[in-house]
């Protein structure tokens, strides 16, 4: 049987949240979708929760596999999806009711690879769900477009939830996930390539996912400092190999890199300095002079931190510099 969708739902280890995700998914509008649900070595009693809602739901399938990692979890799902359409859902999150009739109707009426929404970050200590609508800030174009008329795409958070991609797509251009350890940020190579080889994307400022930022075992956690920097690598090998040149989606994918560099320098323990160092080094020296220094969308914070990534000893001022004011932020929160 073909379905309209195929939901793809990696799970591991999130027995505390697991059940309001799934309810979300059988209570959808739309009822043609299949529901693949991978319990990827699953050590509470998440492999339990998915049983109990396939008794009730005979759209579940259960996948029960070893730990190979969030981009395993979701490769498994991709080679058994029926659906015209693939929707991955992260597992300790859920989503609108009306989330997958609406994201197809609009793919089936313009033809598209990616319809992609906005989205809501979630907090359960406090119930709040703040939207994240990026339309605010940014020109969003309206109807069909490329990642050329939408470069911004590529700096935004990945959100690879948030759309639903045809199936046909994804394996016409062979896209699937880098199968590293754990959560290893590999949605970040995966938006990347969905964005850059698809021919229609659509985008919608309605949101219907609710990302949900408490839960502390979160994939989108750093655990392992190297995750960021081994993804980029990917990321620009992928683009060197299609000869993808657009200074403007460059400029964009600087400031995500540069965000990752943030990240890192705030967290860090000084005996993982020297490692982060050279690969920020790196990281720095790769990216283009000339696109950092004069587009119009890298800014002047953005900026100073390259300048400042070009040496060991920048690197370190920039370091105690971004940990002192995070210190300073608490100290004035509290």
């Not at 979630?122 to 050329?148: E, L, R």
């Not at 008329?149 to 994804?170: G, N, R, V």
């Amino acid at each position: 049987m073909d379905y309209k969708i195929s939901v793809i739902i990696p799970v591991y280890n999130v027995e505390e949240y697991l059940a309001q995700c799934i309810e979300s998914i059988i209570n959808q509008t739309l009822k043609d979708i299949e529901i693949i649900c991978i319990n990827d070595g699953s050590t509470d009693l998440s492999k339990d929760i998915l049983l109990k809602y396939k008794k009730q739901d005979e759209r579940i399938i259960i996948i029960d596999k070893a730990n190979g990692g969030y981009g395993s979890a979701c490769n498994t799902g991709l080679s058994l999806a029926r659906g015209k359409y693939i929707s991955i859902i992260e597992s300790d999150d859920f989503i609108d009711k009306n989330m997958f009739e609406d994201l197809y109707n609009i793919a089936i009426k313009y033809k598209t690879d990616i319809v992609k929404s906005a989205y809501y970050e979630y907090k359960d200590n406090t119930n709040i769900a703040s939207k994240i609508n990026w339309s605010k800030d940014y020109k969003m174009p309206q109807g069909v477009f490329k990642i050329c008329d939408c470069t911004q795409l590529i700096y935004f958070h990945p959100s690879i939830w948030s759309c639903i991609y045809k199936k046909s797509f994804l394996d016409k251009n062979k896209i699937r996930f880098i199968e590293a350890k754990g959560a290893g940020w590999v949605d970040n190579p995966f938006q990347i390539q969905t964005l850059c080889l698809a021919k229609k994307i659509f985008y919608t400022d309605k949101a219907y996912y609710y990302y949900r930022l408490t839960n502390p075992n979160s994939s989108s956690n750093i655990v392992n400092i190297k995750n960021p920097f081994d993804r980029s690598d990917e990321i620009h090998k992928f683009l060197n190999e299609k000869k993808i040149e657009d200074k403007n989606l460059y400029a964009h994918l600087y400031k995500r890199e540069m965000s990752y560099i943030d990240i890192i320098l705030k967290g860090i323990t000084s005996d993982l300095f020297d490692l982060a160092a050279d690969k920020i080094f790196k990281m720095a020296k790769r990216m283009n002079k000339e696109v950092i220094l004069n587009s119009k969308y890298v800014n002047d914070y953005e900026k100073s931190v390259y300048e400042s990534c070009l040496s060991k000893t920048g690197i370190l001022k920039l370091m105690k510099r971004l940990q002192e004011e995070k210190r300073n932020a608490v100290i004035v929160h509290v």
